[in-house]
């Protein structure tokens, strides 16, 4: 096991492949193989098997592998065999979504505070939640030794809240705002930006036909 | 200009590009070198130059880039210098989000219905739309030409829905259900999965410090 040397495109595959894991559980399946996987993925069955070997052998020539096994070992490869604590900042429609969206709460990542800076929203009910004033969020990370947080802001806050994440221990950040943040070392931000996925489909698009 | 030709890992950072180039024009500049839109991304200047280099010659050697002449070229590339009709499906709390997000007419794309399969929400008001029978798609994706859907129902319906759309001529399709869908050659879906992002990240981080 060399985790530290497998490329990072590679694992940001492992988590869609412990999704279909578990949908393959959910329809009580036992068995699986790198080909019904890929198959259902649109990839490779050699880029399944490949991906997996950075990992250890998972499955035998001939049988394929085991669903349950499988997953259970992709939960552990990304730590995510236990709960993880995340904070959420922006109390807007997005946040709101976000701080309810139930598969969070499956995949064992627990939301356990919705924080603001607009004095009008905080002390606000949102959803299950109260928001929370963005300035005590140091004593709800500490508490729950958070380290991952999700930004749902507008983009001119967003680089000042991560740096306030950051500050508190926060190592992971998942940002929503359309704004690109630099980290120190160590600190990891994914982006999920719709405007960016829908800018790049419309470049396949064919003029002429439209 | 060979655009064909581009690989799709450098059309998809051209959206990050468009966007600094706009944040830019929002702060009064004029001109920028791939230096600085490099420091603003996190990555080489080198890179952003070898990337623009496939769309032809943006900047003069010395003087930088014309931060409105690259943005207008960097639209008509993406075909985003005109406005795309996009239909919903999905009535939830995300569709609400999403149905409502001011990005996504700020960057010319109108959500021009909303759409769910639920008896007990059609007809509702959804904030300033009206969720439509998901069966009734096809008049507006008719009128409206759409070639854009966005899907946000629960992973069991998502199939259906895409192949509806497809079927109705959508050709673009932003997933935010956690599964995979298979298209036709010429249809492409980009997704958008939080869980995966947060799974991601959780693979870096160190068990001894938790």
């Given at each position: 096991?060399?985790?530290?040397?497998?490329?990072?495109?590679?694992?940001?595959?492992?988590?869609?492949?412990?999704?279909?894991l578990n949908y393959l559980i959910d329809e009580g399946r036992y068995i699986t193989s790198s080909q019904e996987?890929?198959?259902?993925?649109?990839?490779?069955?050699?880029?399944?098997?490949?991906?997996?070997?950075?990992?250890?052998?998972?499955?035998?020539?001939?049988?394929?592998?085991?669903?349950?096994?499988?997953?259970?070992?992709?939960?552990?490869?990304?730590?995510?065999?236990?709960?993880?604590?995340?904070?959420?900042?922006?109390?807007?429609?997005?946040?709101?979504?976000?701080?309810?969206?139930?598969?969070?709460?499956?995949?064992?990542?627990?939301?356990?505070?919705?924080?603001?800076?607009?004095?009008?929203?905080?002390?606000?009910?949102?959803?299950?939640?109260?928001?929370?004033?963005?300035?005590?969020?140091?004593?709800?990370?500490?508490?729950?030794?958070?380290?991952?947080?999700?930004?749902?802001?507008?983009?001119?806050?967003?680089?000042?809240?991560?740096?306030?994440?950051?500050?508190?221990?926060?190592?992971?950040?998942?940002?929503?705002?359309p704004v690109t943040i630099m980290v120190p070392l160590g600190v990891r931000?994914?982006?999920?930006?719709?405007?960016?996925?829908?800018?790049?489909?419309?470049?396949?698009?064919?003029?002429?036909?439209?």
């Amino acid at each position: 096991m060399t985790e530290k040397a497998v490329p990072d495109i590679v694992v940001g595959r492992l988590p869609v492949y412990l999704r279909i894991l578990n949908y393959l559980i959910d329809e009580g399946r036992y068995i699986t193989s790198s080909q019904e996987l890929g198959d259902r993925l649109g990839i490779s069955s050699a880029q399944i098997r490949k991906d997996l070997s950075h990992f250890g052998e998972f499955g035998k020539q001939g049988t394929g592998y085991d669903v349950m096994f499988l997953r259970d070992q992709l939960q552990k490869i990304l730590h995510v065999d236990r709960r993880w604590s995340v904070v959420l900042v922006g109390a807007g429609d997005l946040g709101h979504a976000l701080a309810h969206y139930r598969r969070f709460n499956d995949a064992g990542f627990d939301v356990v505070g919705v924080f603001d800076s607009d004095p009008q929203k905080i002390g606000q009910q949102f959803g299950k939640y109260m928001i929370q004033d963005v300035s005590t969020m140091g004593e709800v990370i500490q508490e729950h030794k958070v380290k991952m947080g999700i930004i749902a802001v507008p983009p001119a806050a967003a680089t000042e809240v991560a740096k306030e994440m950051i500050k508190l221990g926060v190592v992971s950040i998942l940002n929503y705002a359309p704004v690109t943040i630099m980290v120190p070392l160590g600190v990891r931000v994914q982006y999920i930006d719709p405007v960016v996925h829908l800018q790049h489909m419309a470049y396949y698009h064919n003029e002429e036909a439209l």
